[in-house]
């Protein structure tokens, strides 16, 4: 039996950072991956669709050749290279992680890890036992269905078998209207799907200011996005010919229509077959509670990613990584501010935030100030022919802080630094109002929205 000090199960964005992290403190390491290197986040998530997205975006200002004094005939684009593109986007990275593991001196065991008693992971279904001093249970999510509807890989998708479509339908009903839902849909009707979002919230992206998220639907709809909010799914029936949602909202109960549907409606962690049970391993609502050290109840065993169900965004699986590793050898890392973690959704116009919402803010006993400045002021935006959106701050009118960023606009998830080490040095308005940004950049709507959250706007 090989003995590890620590042992992996996951080699996704948080499996492999907290791998390496603990292979550099001197840890004796190993993963165990039942798959691919790099998880969903490399294979099937975040890399292959924002791949896409590039290729939309080239797609969309073909459209718009005009603007650019740009004429041709005859274009014709095609969605079957986009997807070969972004598949070999993911395998140099995949490869690239490989070569970490083996910069590293880390062990890979191929296979599913389980935990087959204290200080033991089995990797089945034939590899061998590993003695664990430490185990970091990193095995991340998968799409979560719709009740009583199951993913058919044919005309029920889940994100994992659109982000590999080669031939897209002529229609296309995606069930939920938060990141990944408008990733896709805005990738399906660039290349000129006819894309249907439902959303049982209010409005889409719910976890976003409204007033970012009234822009995203607006422009999607120009888009030619139909967009559905406030509405639930009550049924979903399958045939040869496609697909028939039956849905109720503001206007009633209706019969939508499609070739196929896309669920994106949230993920679950994958938490079964590990032998959590039988050790107490704590769960709640499908996901392994762990306190802010990535622990859970069990000395020994941490937890880590998606499987925490903390916040599911791969670079807070990183950090998190982090932290267990440096918790194992000794160390005491800074806890992780979660409202802190940097947001981000790739469709155009983008979405990028940090920190409270207003509301949020409001509802924390803050007494409040905002200050907004919009992209059609910024030169670089109408440069680039670009300039839907707008720059809005949150801040404690008592103490001048920045509680929170969010951005709506060209190329804005570019600016989540900024705001995210303004947050991290419990910084202020004003240092954001005092700091020179280069002109002509996208970034100066950041200046000039601290100076009109100051009342001392320039441009505007």
Known sequence: MEAYDVVVIGGGPGGYVAAIRAAQLGLRTAVVEREALGGVCLNWGCIPTKALIHNAGLVNTLKQAKEFGIAFDGLRVDYAPAVERSRRVTSRLVKGVQGLMKKNGIDVHAGNGYLSGPGRVQVRPDGPELQARNVIIAT??????????????????????????????????????????????????????????????????????????????????????????????????????????????????????????????????????????????????????????????????????????????????????????????????????????????????????????????????????????????????????????FCKFVMDARSGELLGGHLVGPEVTELLPELGVTRTLEGTVEDIAHTVHAHPTLSEVLHETALVTLGRGVHI
């Open 140 to 389: 991340g999510g998968r799409s979560r269905a719709i009740p009583g509807v199951a993913f058919d890989g044919e005309r029920i998708l889940s994100s994992r078998e659109a982000v590999v479509l080669k031939e897209l339908p002529s229609s296309m009903l995606i069930i939920g209207g938060g990141p990944i839902g408008l990733e896709f849909g805005y990738v399906f009707a660039s290349y000129g799907c006819a894309v249907t979002v439902v959303e049982m919230m209010p409005h889409v992206l719910p976890l976003e200011d409204p007033e970012v998220a009234a822009v995203v639907e607006k422009q999607l709809t120009k888009q030619g996005m139909r967009i559905f909010t406030g509405t639930r799914v009550l049924s979903v029936e399958t045939g040869d010919k496609g697909v028939k949602a039956r849905v109720s909202g503001p206007k009633g109960e209706e019969e939508l229509e499609a070739d196929r549907i896309l669920v994106a409606i949230g993920v679950q962690g994958n938490i079964e077959d590990l032998g959590l049970e039988a050790l107490g391993i704590q769960t709640e609502r499908g996901f392994i509670q762990v306190n802010d050290r990535m622990e859970t109840n069990v000395p020994g065993i941490y937890a880590i990613g998606d499987v925490t169900g903390k916040m599911l965004l791969a670079h807070v699986a990183s950090a998190q990584g982090k932290i267990a590793a440096e918790v194992i050898a000794g160390q005491s890392p800074r806890p992780l501010v979660y409202t802190d973690m940097p947001r981000a959704v790739y469709c155009h116009p983008q979405v990028a935030s940090v920190g409270l919402t207003e509301t949020m803010a409001v509802e924390r006993g803050y007494e409040v100030k905002t200050g907004s400045f919009p992209f059609r002021a910024n030169g670089k935006a109408l440069g680039q022919h670009d300039w839907e959106g």
